[in-house]
């Protein structure tokens, strides 16, 4: 294998959504190298990790029947229990919820935590701010999905940042889609919301650093006799 072949295979491929953004940063590097050297240097830089922040990396999901899967890469900001938003209609009691916060330099494509077929998406305008707060789940602006599997209603919520303005949705009502599949992006910086039907238990704890489309938030079948694990 070739030095490039060898580099190719390390690297990421790019997700089409930050084509326009990477060429945006691209040329107006090539006019900060015309009005000042090293002003083009930092384009370069801003340009090579607005490579990096639209990265696509593949996973490897696991494909046991009940397992719920992180949507998103980052930092396990909360788990806790919480009333879900109003647009899930999931009712009006605290569900277990785990919140996955998402830094500038986290993969920013979203993954389907289950299979199973999504049964509503509401978009709700809303502010900016910090999306690590907790006030950020009722008060930024939001998509949220709720996906039905084995009988199971699994609410996910794309939240945008402080810097975020835009989420974006590759999916539609009806659909069905499958665990690890990508169903949306939000671009710069953001959080991710998993609501658990209730009695469901997290499997992960605030701290540990999650992988969409791999690491394993719950298990919908953990009271079958068949499934054991070992927490310490």
Known sequence: MSIVSSIRSQLAPVHPEGYPFIGAFALATLVLFWVWSPLGWIGTMLTLWCIYFFRDPPRVTPVREGLVIAP???RISR???????RELDLGERPLPRISIFM????CHVNR?????T???IVYRAGKFINADLDKASEDNERNALVIVSGGARIGVVQIAGLVARRIVSFVKEGQSIGAGARFGLIRFGS???????????PLVAEGQTALAG???LADLKSNDSARNFRIG
């Open 72 to 74: 998103a890469d980052g």
């Open 112 to 116: 389907s935590p289950v299979t199973g």
């Open 191 to 201: 959080r991710l919301d998993v609501y658990l039907p209730e009695n469901v238990r």
């Open 79 to 85: 788990v806790t229990n919480a009333v879900p938003p």
């Open 214 to 216: 791999e690491t394993i």
């Open 103 to 106: 830094s500038v330099f986290d």
């Open 118 to 120: 999504i049964e509503r």
